[in-house]
């Protein structure tokens, strides 16, 4: 059972950028689709993005310009390149099956987004 391990957030003032990194305990090449996911306080968690293994992503259409997902399976890591960042995109960022989420959610990484 893959694990995965999230990274990379902090606190950032408005505009500025962070890049999340997700780290998996196994090789990731047989999930079809990573997702990045975050949950804020009192809200559901949602899927961010999503890349599958050809390189089509998706995004919701509040990150969509601003946010990039990628990964390298040779690394089984999913990255999110966050730009442009606003005060909602405060959340628990976490990785998992992009369409199941059929994984541990594990701790999940904080962002912050405030001046």
């Known amino acids: 059972q893959v694990q995965f391990v999230e990274s990379g957030g902090g606190l950032v003032q408005p505009g500025g950028s962070l890049r999340l990194s997700c780290a998996a305990s196994g090789s990731i090449d047989s999930i079809y689709g990573m997702g990045w996911y975050r949950q804020a306080p009192g809200k559901q968690r949602e899927l961010v993005a999503r890349?599958?293994?050809?390189?089509?992503?998706h995004y919701v259409d509040s990150v969509k310009g601003r946010f990039t997902i990628s990964r390298d399976n040779a690394k089984a890591t999913v990255y999110l390149q966050m730009n442009s960042l606003k005060p909602e995109d405060t959340a628990v960022y976490y990785c998992n099956d992009g369409y199941s989420s059929r994984y541990s959610w594990g701790q999940g990484t904080q962002v912050t987004v405030s001046s």
């Open positions: 890349i599958l293994n050809n390189g089509r992503t």
